[in-house]
């Protein structure tokens, strides 16, 4: 089992920014390829971004490319989602993912596809 708790979601203005942090514990943390997924009031779960095991990949959904940064710390078992020039569309609550992995590699991760989630943490952009 990995349990995973986010942390830093909030309330921000649009062009703003916000830090989200993944914590892990349980099984090898560095065993699995991480990613932040978002829900939008009334949508369905959408990947965001991901992580390779040992961070020599990452993956950005177009919509978030330039402006959001995934990162992890394999010694700390964190993984973080920098968030800059926010704007209402990226309003939601954000989950973090793990999936098993064998490979340094990632790309877009199927919602379906992951092992564990968080419970997630709200993030609200006002225009």
């Known amino acids: 089992q990995v349990q995973l708790v986010e942390s830093g979601g909030g309330s921000v203005q649009a062009g703003g920014s916000l830090r989200l942090s993944c914590a892990a514990s349980?099984?090898?943390?560095?065993?699995?390829?991480m990613g932040w997924f978002r829900q939008a009031p009334g949508k369905e779960r959408e990947f965001v971004a991901a992580?390779?095991?040992?961070?020599?990949?990452?993956y950005y959904v177009d919509s978030v490319k330039g402006r959001f940064t995934i990162s992890r710390d394999n010694a700390e078992n964190t993984v973080t989602l920098q968030m800059n020039s926010l704007n209402p569309g990226d309003t939601g609550v954000y989950f973090c993912?793990?999936?098993?992995?064998?490979?340094?590699?990632?790309?877009?991760?199927?919602?379906?596809?992951?092992?564990?989630w968080g419970k997630g943490t709200l993030v609200t952009v006002s225009s």
């Open positions: 993912a793990a999936v098993y992995s064998r490979s340094d590699y990632v790309t877009r991760l199927p919602r379906n596809a992951m092992d564990y």
């Open positions: 992580i390779s095991r040992s961070a020599g990949s990452t």
């Open positions: 349980g099984r090898t943390f560095s065993n699995y390829a």
